[in-house]
């Protein structure tokens, strides 16, 4: 065991636990990643965020874990995370209510443009906020917020990267999920890729602030777009189907359906319709 462990830090690239030093000296940020809560294991950093935004984290905080023993996806999923291998982090933010809805058009964003800055790959969106490699999902966005009234009180950002992750060995994911190690074909750093998505994810996040437009680069990306899809629901209804002719500036998908008219779908799991390529 001591050999292996030997092996890898000689290889120069993975560790079992993240070196925080070096994530503070590749943070270009005034806040975000500043303040670092970090766990070898936790059920879900959204969890714990929950708890430290609750008794005044400051904006930017991060809770990151090593492992998650309930990790938790969209629309009532789990999330796969296991040891050492990926990113498990939840960022506190204190948006705005009018910049509330913006955080799943940025997060995703940020992760695609973290991914291509320190590895060279290039990812794509999958509406809403999956980041995926060709077809295969690499990162998932949760944010989830705390309102008083008209008031956010706090929102969180989670974010799962799969970095050395071997998604063959888990049968839920092994098909629809990869890496950026099964890409590459090499360890990343995962400490690199963390720095990177919270550098980006700051930038847009005062882009954001100052009222500039973000959803230009995130439509870019977006990979659903002219594709003839079909949008569920938690327990699997189809709530609409049609062609994904454009995107909302706010993230909502606007479809064309078989009859002409069009319609704005806000939220829901996308896939390609059968036989639509
Ligand atoms: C999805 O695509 O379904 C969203 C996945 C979000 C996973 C991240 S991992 C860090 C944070 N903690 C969680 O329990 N979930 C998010």
């Given amino acids: 065991m001591a050999l292996s462990c030997r092996l890898w830090h000689d290889r120069g690239a993975v560790s079992e636990r993240l070196d925080l030093d070096r994530l503070q000296s590749l943070l ?58 990926n990113l498990y982090l939840t960022v506190v933010l204190r948006p705005t209510l009018d910049q509330l809805r913006y955080l799943a058009v940025i997060a995703p964003l940020a992760v695609c443009q973290a991914v291509e800055e320190a590895t060279g790959l290039l990812p794509r969106i999958k509406w809403p906020n999956d980041v995926a490699i060709g077809d295969k999902k690499v990162s998932g966005i949760l944010v989830q917020s705390e309102l008083a009234g008209d008031e956010v009180q706090f929102a969180l950002a989670g974010i799962g990267i799969n970095v050395n992750l071997d998604a063959s060995a888990y049968a839920e994911i092994a098909q629809i999920a990869t890496s950026l190690r099964a890409e590459l074909g090499r360890e990343v750093s995962r400490e690199e890729v963390l720095a990177a998505t919270l550098n980006h994810l700051e930038t847009l996040y005062q882009a954001l602030r100052r009222g500039e437009v973000v959803s230009m680069a995130w439509k870019h990306r977006l990979d659903t777009l002219g594709k003839h899809v079909r949008v569920q629901s938690a327990d699997g209804s189809v709530l609409e189907q049609g062609v994904a002719v454009d995107a909302d500036s706010d993230g909502s998908l606007i479809l064309r359906r078989d009859d002409g008219s069009h319609v704005r779908v806000e939220a829901g799991e996308v896939t390609l319709r059968p036989g639509s390529g």
């Fill in 28 to 85: 270009r940020t005034e806040f975000v990643g500043r303040s670092v809560s970090y766990h070898q294991s936790v059920t879900s950093t959204m969890e714990v965020a929950k708890r430290e935004a609750e008794s005044g984290a400051p904006e930017g905080a991060i809770v990151i874990a090593e492992e998650q023993t309930a990790g938790r996806g969209r629309m009532g999923r789990s999330w796969v995370s296991p040891p050492s291998v």
